[in-house]
């Protein structure tokens, strides 16, 4: 597991813990908050229907009759007020409007809060009703919960962080004494490999061929491709694969005579329409696993005495690169990318080969179309 790889391990699984954990303690908030909200909006109710009582208390001790008296209306900081007659039309009052409110009572209306009292008739300033109003609070309720919440989301993805983190260590060890192990066994396995082909083109030069000599190039060439799948896998994460200018119709050509062998086995024809010239901006090794493994898979799920056709062409801006073989076909095409994954376990692999194209194609902008039918063939078209 390298440096990268731990900390999308402890992001991944700490965002995930902190967020279970935030869900079971943000509940008990929310119902906290509700619960403040209840007690606030009860708490407002109460302090509105003290100021209609206070305002009303001023205007029964209002004595009009003495000379020179006026009526001062109470006026408050938080709170306005106003009578109306029994329209709901202004007699006096400090509000700028009010919604349409038919009867007495407490009332919440986006973030107004209104207290509508009838009064006796006629009795002050020929008003039916004294309406007072004040603002909600419940806005800052709600943003104080908010920032809590928040809060408490943050510290708990730091704590969970850390501790996916620090979990991840010995997995990052074990990872690290793998990677080595498949380093060197891979170091190891190519000293030999190489001279086993080396060998086995001196001996049919010596010899001639045989049916035995070629079951062992055959063998060979599949140990290869698959020496040459792992060698990739381990590299490409610290390996610069630079595109160069190369000759897609030869070298096409060049990775079917290389598969001849491993098809005659099978007594599979391999036949060919290739457009020649074709040049393509790409990296060697690239797209050598992409060729490699599309041609291995074909041959591997391909019945036996059957053939594989293999065309190359333009078609308007895109290079085409098709493989069509009359096989088992695919009864998953949504999983032969995954890495692992096989088809048939008896047909053998590491199942590594189509996630390494699929990481490829994906890097390169390369378009893949699959065409398969269980028990008539598949047919892989490459868009470059």
Do not use: C, W
């Amino acid at each position: 597991m390298t440096l990268e790889h731990k900390d999308a391990y402890a992001i991944k699984y700490g965002v995930l813990y902190a967020v279970i954990i935030a869900v079971i303690l943000l509940v008990p908030l929310l119902v906290y908050t509700e619960l403040i909200i209840n007690i606030n909006e009860a708490k407002n109710e109460l302090s509105l229907k003290r100021k209609a009582h206070e305002i009303i208390s001023k205007m029964h001790n209002y004595k009009p009759s003495e000379e020179g008296s006026y009526f001062d209306f109470p006026r408050y900081n938080e709170v306005k007020s106003g009578l109306y007659d029994e329209n709901f039309l202004p007699i006096f009052s400090l509000l700028e409007d009010v919604p349409i409110i038919m009867r007495a009572g407490y009332y919440e209306y986006e973030n107004r809060r209104f207290f509508v009292q009838v009064l006796p008739k006629r009795r002050y300033f020929s008003a039916y009703y004294l309406i007072v109003e004040s603002k909600s609070k419940n806005y800052a309720i709600y943003q104080t919960a908010l920032m809590i919440g928040l809060l408490i989301l943050l510290i708990l993805f730091i704590i969970s962080y850390f501790i996916f983190k620090q979990f991840a260590l010995p997995f990052e060890k074990v990872n690290k004494q793998l990677d080595n192990f498949m380093k060197d066994s891979m170091h190891e396995i190519n000293t030999p490999l190489s001279i086993i082909n080396v060998n086995i083109d001196l001996f049919a030069r010596k010899y001639g061929e045989s049916k035995y000599l070629t079951r062992i190039k055959s063998a060979s060439k599949t140990l290869s491709n698959i020496y040459n799948d792992m060698d990739y896998l381990i590299k490409q994460d610290t390996v610069e694969y630079p595109k160069e200018s190369l000759d897609l119709s030869t070298f096409l050509v060049d990775r079917l005579d290389y598969f001849q062998v491993v098809a005659s086995q099978r007594a599979i024809m391999i036949k060919m329409q290739i457009e020649k010239d074709i040049i393509i901006y790409f990296n060697k090794t690239k797209l050598q696993r992409i060729i490699d493994n599309t041609l291995s898979n074909a041959i591997k799920y391909s019945y036996e005495n059957s053939q594989i056709d293999v065309s190359l062409y333009y078609h308007d801006s895109d290079i085409v690169l098709s493989v069509q073989d009359y096989g088992v076909g695919i009864s998953k095409p949504d999983k032969i990318f995954e890495r692992y994954y096989r088809e048939d376990m008896d047909k053998g692999g590491f199942g590594i080969g189509l996630n390494i194209v699929k990481k490829i194609i994906d890097e390169e902008g390369v378009a893949l179309i699959i065409d398969s039918v269980p028990k008539k063939g598949s047919t892989f078209t490459y868009k470059f």
